[in-house]
């Protein structure tokens, strides 16, 4: 049987602004999001079978609460298609509960993998429309690169390439509650936000510092005590040589930035010490349709 395997990139946040609440009971998000080179390996075969998914983490749901299977399903359904079932094999990396999209990266190259094996020849536009029926940040793992998201996270806007660098991402030991996150934003009036405007603008001049000095995540502000490892390890990054760090999603991951690929390395071995699940990447780049 066929069988196709695709990266799932992690994303990071490089901002992330909440503009309020919606009808519908989500929030309205502004964010700057950034794929980069962390990559679980996702690999899918066509069976006519049902749809099912097996993993190296013996805690991630194998049915339809996994999103690589509801994504499979989505697909299905989007395109007719009937009789037919998917084999799902995650080899994750991502760290999990992480803020670093590796749920909704798993759908989107679940995604990506069924358009082509299936030959149903979809764009990557449509791929993301059925991706925002999956999860919020599914439309963006779609294609990665550095995009705009608005909406609920799922309305995309492409951005200029992410100038070269190296992060350092850490994910400490515990995990944090998305929806009990969203609502402390809701019971606090948020008084500063990042300058996302600033943010678009330094990635048009390729400006790395301009970029840096911005980044910024609304919900570090409302972030229990009991999370305060996360300033810690902030303030690490800092120390050495991150040009500046930033929670990415709900958390618990941050990551820092550095203009030096040895200078991040170095960092890396430092903080293993610290935080077991400590990672270098590289930003990558969008994928066109
Ligand atoms: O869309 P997704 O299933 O990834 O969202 C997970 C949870 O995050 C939602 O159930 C909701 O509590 C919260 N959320 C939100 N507003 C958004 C995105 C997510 O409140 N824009």
Redesign the pocket.
């Known amino acids: 049987m066929k069988e196709i395997r695709e990266r799932a990139y992690a994303k990071l946040n490089i901002s992330l602004d909440v503009l309020g609440t919606r009808p519908d009971?989500?929030?309205?998000?502004r964010m700057v999001m950034l794929g980069v080179s962390l990559y679980d390996n996702v690999t899918v075969t066509l069976t006519d079978g049902a749809v099912r998914s097996a993993s190296n983490l013996c805690f991630l749901p194998e049915d339809d609460k996994n999103v690589a299977c509801k994504a499979a399903r989505a697909f299905f359904a989007v395109t007719g298609m009937e009789n037919v079932g998917a084999e799902i094999k995650l080899h994750k990396i991502i760290p999990v509960c992480a803020g670093m999209g590796g749920g909704?990266s798993d759908a989107a190259a679940v995604l990506r993998a069924l358009n082509k094996l299936t030959g149903a020849g979809l764009s990557l536009t449509q791929l993301e429309e059925i991706g925002a029926k999956v999860?919020?940040?599914v439309p963006f793992c779609v294609r990665l690169g550095t995009q705009l998201a608005t909406g609920?996270?799922e309305i995309m806007e492409r951005l200029p390439e992410f100038p070269d660098c190296s992060v350092v991402i850490c994910k400490p030991d515990f995990s944090i509650s998305?929806?009990e996150l969203?609502s402390k934003i809701d019971g606090n009036g948020l008084k500063v936000r990042p300058d996302t405007a600033g943010i678009c603008a330094a990635l048009e001049q390729g400006d790395l510092q301009g970029i840096t000095r911005r980044m910024y995540n609304v919900f570090e502000d409302v972030l229990p005590k009991k999370y305060d490892k996360i300033f810690e390890l902030k303030n690490r990054l800092l120390d050495l040589g991150a040009m500046n760090s930033v929670m990415s999603g709900t958390g618990s991951a941050l990551f820092g930035v550095f203009d030096n690929d040895d200078m991040a390395e170095k960092a890396k071995s430092a903080l293993r010490g610290e935080c077991r699940s400590c990672f270098t990447a590289k930003p990558v780049r969008y994928i066109e349709d």
């Open positions: 009971g989500y929030h309205e998000m909704s999860g919020s940040d609920r996270g998305t929806p969203f």
